[in-house]
C-alpha cells in the first residue's frame, strides 16, 4: 500500500511573521529560522527565538533532508481530512535539527520507519503556498 | 508559604449523565455545582470564588457567574486542556491560604457526544501554530499516538503492556453501573480492536461522553464547621511543556516537573501514595505520567504496569477505579475533574467496595491536558484523608 497521493492541501493562514516562508515554499523552498544569538534553529516560524527569545532570526534555505522520528499511520482525519482514507503523520527531525510535523508521502506505512531518511517534496495549495511533505530519501 | 492544610475538599460531584442531548451546557454546570455544594452541605450562596476552564460558555466565566447568580470575589478561568481543574484545586488552595477567598467552587461541563468536535486548538480562534499543524491533519489520537511510536521505538515498550492500562481500567469499571463501557476486556481484546492511529488501537482510547463534574474548597474553618468528611489539600504542582521550537522529546511530559513540586509541597514520597488517578485520554497518558511522576523510571512504564499493578484493591498502585477516562467518563473531552473527584471518593471510603483500596490515606490526581507530542498542560494533586 502506498500512501499519501491524493491527500488534501489544505490552505494555510498566512501571518506577517510566517509570509517569507510560505512564498518561499511556492518556489519549492523550506525555510528554517536559525537564531544569530544562539545558533539554534527554531520551527515553526516566528517572531523570537524560543531558545534565548532574541528577536534577531535569520531565514536559512535547509537542505530538505531529515529522518523519521516518530509516525502514526491514523485513520483519524477531521476537517479537511475527514474523508481522505488513512494517511502517515509524522514528525521529521530536520537535518537542521528541529522536529516538523507533517506527512510522510510516497511510502508504503508498513515499511516506514523511525530513523528512516527523507526528503522534502512540496504540494501545492492553489493559493501561492505548498505544504513541505516528505517522501522516503532515494 | 504552602497551600499546605490551608483548603479542604468539602464538595465532590460526578454529572450521572453520560449522554446529555436535552442539556445546555451552561445547565450541566449547573447541575454538578449544585450537586457538589450539596455534597459539602453548602448552597451557592455561600460561594465567594469561582473557577471553570475553556468549557464554560462565554467570556471566562462570566456567563456562568451570572446564569448561577454567583457572588464572586475571586475569579480563575484560566486554561491549558483537561488537566486544568486539578491545576484550579492548586489556584483555589492558594487563594483560600492568602484570605483572598473562603469557599471556591470548580465546574467542568460539556457535550461533546452530542454535538461536533471542534478543531483542535480552535478554541478562541487560530492560534500560531495552525498553518503548521492542522494542514498536516494533525489529530488527537495521532499526537498521542506519535509520543507512543516513539516511547515503543526507544524502550522496547509493547502494544500489550500499553494494553494492560486499558484491561486494569476495565476491571474497576464493571462494578461502575454508570461507566460507558463495563465489559472486562483482555489485552487480547485491546490488541485485536480496530487501529485508530498506529500503535493505538481503539481501545487504547478513551470515551467520548457528555457531562460534568464539580469540587468545593473550603478553608479550615468552614471544614470544621461541616458534617461532611473533608479532605485536605496537601500538594500541587503544574507545568506546560511543549515543542521548545522543534527540540520537544515526546516521551517526557510536564509531569517531570508538575510532580517534583506537588511532592515537595505535600512533603510525601512516591511510596506513601496509596491510590492514583491519572488522566486516562489514552493508554499511552498513563504510562508516560506513571514515568514522569517517579512511580518508575524513564522507559520502564511497559514493564511496571505488568502482573496488575493498577489493579484495585490490591495491586501495588491501584489506579483510576471508577473505571477512569478510558472506560468510565471523561466529560467535555476533559479528563481532570473526575480524576480528582474519585481521588475524593478514595479518601473518604466512599469508592465502590470492590475496588476501595483498604486504608486509604494519600492519594495523588494528575492531569495531562492539551496533547502529547506539541504541548501539554500538566498539573498534579496530592491529597490526604485526615479530616479536620
Known amino acids: 500500500m502506498t500512501t499519501g497521493a491524493g491527500l488534501p492541501a489544505p490552505i494555510p493562514e498566512v501571518q506577517p511573521e510566517t509570509a517569507a516562508f510560505w512564498e518561499a515554499t511556492s518556489r519549492g523552498v523550506l525555510l528554517v529560522q536559525r537564531c544569530t544569538a544562539c545558533s539554534t534553529s527554531v520551527w515553526y516560524p516566528r517572531f523570537l527565538c524560543s531558545n534565548c527569545h532574541s528577536d534577531e532570526l535569520e531565514q536559512v534555505e535547509a537542505s530538505g533532508r531529515g529522518t523519521v522520528y516518530s509516525f502514526t499511520l491514523t485513520t483519524r482525519g477531521i476537517l479537511e481530512y475527514k474523508d481522505c482514507g488513512p494517511y502517515v503523520l509524522a514528525l521529521v527531525e530536520l537535518e537542521e535539527g528541529p522536529k516538523m510535523l507533517t506527512n510522510i508521502v510516497e511510502c508504503d506505512p508498513e515499511t516506514l520507519a523511525i530513523g528512516q531518511p527523507v526528503q522534502v517534496v512540496f504540494h501545492d495549495t492553489g493559493a501561492g503556498s505548498a505544504l513541505p511533505r516528505f517522501r522516503p530519501a532515494v | 508559604?504552602?497551600?499546605?492544610?490551608?483548603?479542604?475538599?468539602?464538595?465532590?460531584?460526578?454529572?450521572?449523565?453520560?449522554?446529555?442531548?436535552?442539556?445546555?451546557?451552561?445547565?450541566?454546570?449547573?447541575?454538578?455545582?449544585?450537586?457538589?455544594?450539596?455534597?459539602?452541605?453548602?448552597?451557592?450562596?455561600d460561594v465567594d470564588s469561582y473557577f471553570t476552564g475553556g468549557d464554560a460558555p462565554g467570556l471566562g466565566g462570566l456567563a456562568m457567574a451570572d446564569y448561577l447568580g454567583l457572588s464572586v470575589r475571586y475569579m480563575d478561568s484560566s486554561d491549558m486542556g483537561g488537566s486544568v481543574y486539578l491545576s484550579h484545586v492548586g489556584h483555589a488552595a492558594a487563594a483560600i491560604a492568602?484570605?483572598?477567598?473562603?469557599?471556591?467552587?470548580?465546574?467542568?461541563?460539556?457535550?461533546?457526544?452530542?454535538?461536533?468536535?471542534?478543531?483542535?486548538?480552535?478554541?478562541?480562534?487560530?492560534?500560531?501554530?495552525?498553518?503548521?499543524?492542522?494542514?498536516?491533519?494533525?489529530?488527537?489520537?495521532?499526537?498521542?499516538?506519535?509520543?507512543?511510536?516513539?516511547?515503543?521505538?526507544?524502550?522496547?515498550?509493547?502494544?500489550?503492556?500499553?494494553?494492560?492500562?486499558?484491561?486494569?481500567?476495565?476491571?474497576?469499571?464493571?462494578?461502575?453501573?454508570?461507566?460507558?463501557?463495563?465489559?472486562?476486556?483482555?489485552?487480547?481484546?485491546?490488541?485485536?480492536?480496530?487501529?485508530?492511529?498506529?500503535?493505538?488501537?481503539?481501545?487504547?482510547?478513551c470515551v467520548v461522553t457528555d457531562g460534568g463534574g464539580a469540587l468545593v474548597l473550603v478553608n479550615e474553618d468552614i471544614a470544621k464547621s461541616l458534617d461532611r468528611h473533608c479532605i485536605a489539600v496537601l500538594g500541587h504542582g503544574e507545568a506546560i511543556e511543549h515543542t521548545k521550537g522543534g527540540w520537544q522529546d515526546v516521551?517526557?511530559?510536564?509531569?517531570?516537573?508538575?510532580?517534583?513540586?506537588?511532592?515537595?509541597?505535600?512533603?510525601?514520597?512516591?511510596?506513601?501514595?496509596?491510590?492514583?488517578?491519572?488522566?486516562?485520554?489514552?493508554?499511552?497518558?498513563?504510562?508516560?505520567?506513571?514515568?514522569?511522576?517517579?512511580?518508575?523510571?524513564?522507559?520502564?512504564?511497559?514493564?511496571?504496569?505488568?502482573?496488575?499493578?493498577?489493579?484495585?484493591?490490591?495491586?501495588?498502585?491501584?489506579?483510576?477505579?471508577?473505571g477512569g477516562s478510558l472506560c468510565n467518563n471523561h466529560p467535555a473531552n476533559r479528563g481532570g475533574m473526575t480524576k480528582m473527584i474519585e481521588a475524593v471518593r478514595q479518601l473518604r471510603g466512599e469508592a465502590h467496595a470492590a475496588v476501595q483500596v483498604p486504608d486509604c490515606e494519600i492519594a495523588l490526581a494528575h492531569g495531562t491536558g492539551g496533547w502529547l507530542s506539541t504541548r501539554m498542560g500538566n498539573a498534579t494533586v496530592i491529597l490526604g484523608r485526615e479530616d479536620v
Open chain 2, 1 to 45: 508559604m504552602t497551600i499546605r492544610r490551608k483548603a479542604f475538599i468539602a464538595g465532590a460531584y460526578e454529572h450521572p449523565g453520560r449522554e446529555l442531548p436535552d442539556r445546555s451546557i451552561a445547565q450541566i454546570h449547573a447541575e454538578v455545582a449544585l450537586g457538589a455544594l450539596a455534597d459539602a452541605g453548602l448552597t451557592l450562596a
Open chain 2, 98 to 205: 492568602t484570605g483572598k477567598c473562603s469557599v471556591a467552587l470548580i465546574t467542568l461541563g460539556g457535550r461533546p457526544r452530542t454535538t461536533a468536535l471542534r478543531a483542535p486548538g480552535q478554541l478562541m480562534g487560530a492560534p500560531p501554530e495552525a498553518a503548521f499543524e492542522p494542514v498536516f491533519g494533525m489529530n488527537v489520537s495521532a499526537v498521542y499516538a506519535l509520543a507512543a511510536a516513539r516511547h515503543i521505538h526507544e524502550y522496547g515498550t509493547t502494544s500489550e503492556q500499553l494494553a494492560e492500562i486499558k484491561v486494569a481500567a476495565s476491571s474497576h469499571a464493571q462494578h461502575n453501573e454508570r461507566a460507558l463501557l463495563r465489559k472486562v476486556v483482555t489485552v487480547e481484546d485491546v490488541v485485536n480492536s480496530p487501529m485508530v492511529s498506529s500503535p493505538l488501537h481503539r481501545l487504547d482510547c
Open chain 2, 251 to 322: 516521551t517526557v511530559t510536564g509531569g517531570v516537573r508538575s510532580g517534583r513540586d506537588a511532592f515537595e509541597e505535600a512533603g510525601v514520597s512516591r511510596s506513601d501514595i496509596d491510590y492514583v488517578g491519572l488522566y486516562d485520554s489514552f493508554t499511552i497518558t498513563v504510562l508516560l505520567a506513571l514515568e514522569d511522576l517517579g512511580f518508575c523510571d524513564k522507559g520502564e512504564g511497559g514493564k511496571f504496569v505488568l502482573g496488575g499493578t493498577l489493579q484495585a484493591p490490591f495491586g501495588k498502585l491501584p489506579f483510576n477505579t471508577d
